[in-house]
């Protein structure tokens, strides 16, 4: 039992202020074990990365002590002394360099270990790059660009960067491999979510993993021990072999309340007479993509593109939004078609939005809250002469979003680059929100956000497709169609293989 083992890492009384106001940490107290799977879980702005980076080396702590072993050892001063010690973190922001080949990039910083007379041995770093990537069952080519692999793919390289890091910073072969993921999954699909988890618990015999994530099944189904964080203190912490917990006690302890009832029953509205199509596809094609989709999508209906990666569905969501052409077939909006080659400002001239679910691309991040929302309803904001913005209006659209978003600001003019991800999340879905457009396409809505924050962003999508705004859904969230969709189209191999209802869409996930 982990109980009866002495620590294999262990923080205690860990605090950390930003600017002399903002308590991240609040006597922090875990320990990690030799061999376990060790869950962190908490709201955005919890504190959950400030503590991975302390772990790892790349803040320091404003106080507390670290132990290895129960010997005290002091807080490592950068990365590279973490990874001496057996510890490296996979950041939750994205980390890789585009224009370096992957065997490159899992060599850097690691080069001096691979060189002799002052020259790189390439065919030992090769070597050494593919015996990783086979170890994690990640298939790609060593001497591709990490720009040419998809997102999914370069996640799982940079894990093996931190794991190869370890092996060949850490000279002192008692110490078991600490590997510290931050939303490791986030960017994921399922499969290669798989793919993550079977090396976990196959690796738990030599190395300990800290798992930092916002998907509760996937705490659930792999963590042995976990700890709540809720405004930079532990909360509660348990182990999940002794203890059986559902998702709601875990939701209850993370938010401090109980999920509202649409999250644990659909809620079903009917209609006298159906609402009119407002988008009709037939026999779209994009070679090499999807073939022959057809479908219709009425007034105040989400319809779901459900499907592995690869399976055409990102595709044919970003030829709805302009940002990809298609080949053949026709696309009808509101009675007109929608022309080849229609680019995407066109498309949300005539009411059609994008939410892509990347606030790096939704926001500018250096603007604030307010500036954000107006930028895509500035026929709102815009006062005398058709050229003067609104500051007044500006701040009352502002406030009267985040107060429904319940997003965490000091005001309207703070700039979105210091919020919490899940509040940056709201921002960007409160624009569209505000914009009313007549069809909105979302993806992956929630990635990389807590469960609270989910919450939030439902019920506003929720009461925007009441309202009768027509969704298109492409997420990596099975959840999330069972939540929104009123029909899923299961979709291989580019083409849609059958409809489904989110009850026949639940039956299937779990017989899969």
């Known amino acids: 039992m982990a109980s009866e083992k002495i620590p294999l890492l262990e923080l205690k009384g860990v605090n950390k202020t930003f600017n002399g106001v903002v308590r991240a940490l609040i006597d922090v107290n875990i320990c990690l074990y030799p061999g376990e799977i060790l869950g962190i879980v908490g709201e955005n702005g919890a504190g959950k990365s400030t503590l991975m980076k302390i772990l790892a080396g790349v803040l320091p702590p404003d ?33 890789v360099i585009p224009h370096l080949k992957v065997y490159q990039f899992l060599m850097l910083g690691n080069e001096d270990c691979f060189s002799s007379f002052g020259r790189l041995k390439i065919g030992e770093m090769r070597k050494t790059a593919e015996k990783i990537l086979s170890e994690l069952n990640i298939e790609c080519d060593t001497n591709t660009y990490m720009y040419e ?17 370890i092996r060949v910073r850490c000279k002192d072969t008692r110490i078991t491999p600490v590997v510290i993921l931050d939303e490791p999954t986030a960017p994921l699909a399922v499969e290669h979510r798989k793919h993550l988890f079977e090396f976990m618990t196959k690796a738990k015999e030599h190395t300990s993993f800290v798992f930092v994530s916002h998907i509760i099944p996937e705490i659930l189904g792999f963590a042995d021990r976990i700890y709540v964080l809720r405004d930079g203190r532990v909360v509660v912490s348990h182990n999940l072999r002794e203890e059986k917990l559902s998702e709601e006690d875990i939701f209850r302890e993370i938010v401090g309340r109980s999920s509202s009832e649409f999250l644990k029953r659909r809620e079903s509205v009917t209609r006298e007479t159906p609402w009119r199509v407002l988008l009709s596809v037939r026999n779209l094609s994009k070679r090499g993509s999807y073939y022959n989709v057809s479908f219709d999508l009425h007034e105040g209906e989400c319809l779901g593109l459900f499907g592995t990666a690869g399976s055409g569905k990102a595709e044919i969501i970003k030829t709805l939004a302009g940002i990809m052409d298609f ?60 050229v003067i913005l609104n500051s007044k209006k500006e701040e009352e659209i502002a406030e009267k979003v985040m107060k429904t978003l319940k997003i965490k600001a000091p005001s309207p003019r703070a700039e979105c680059y210091s919020l919490s991800g899940g509040n940056k999340q709201k921002v960007s879905v409160g624009k569209w929100m505000e914009r009313k457009p007549r069809l909105l396409l979302l993806e992956d809505p929630t990635i990389g956000i807590d469960v609270g924050a989910r919450e939030d962003i439902y019920e506003a999508l929720l009461e925007m497709k009441k309202n009768g705004i027509s969704m298109v859904l492409v997420s990596d969230d099975p959840k999330e169609y069972v939540l929104l969709c009123d029909r899923i189209l299961y979709i291989k191999g580019g083409r849609i293989e059958k409809t489904v209802t989110p009850e026949e869409l639940e039956k299937i996930l779990r017989e899969e």
């Open 63 to 95: 106080s507390g002590e670290m132990y290895f072993f129960g010997t005290k050892v002091p807080f490592p001063r950068n990365p590279r002394e973490a990874a001496s010690r057996g510890i490296a973190l996979v950041p939750q922001e994205k980390g």
């Open 327 to 386: 080949d053949e077939g026709e696309i009808v909006f509101d009675g007109r078609p929608l022309k080849k080659g229609e680019p995407p400002y066109a498309r949300l001239k005539r009411g059609i939005g994008y939410f892509s679910g990347e606030t790096g691309k939704e926001l500018f991040l250096n603007w604030s809250i307010a500036r954000n929302l107006s930028i895509l309803n500035l026929e709102k904001v815009i006062g005398l002469g058709g």
């Open 149 to 165: 692999l998809p997102l999914p793919v370069q996640k799982l390289v940079e894990i093996a960067k931190a794991i190869l890091t």
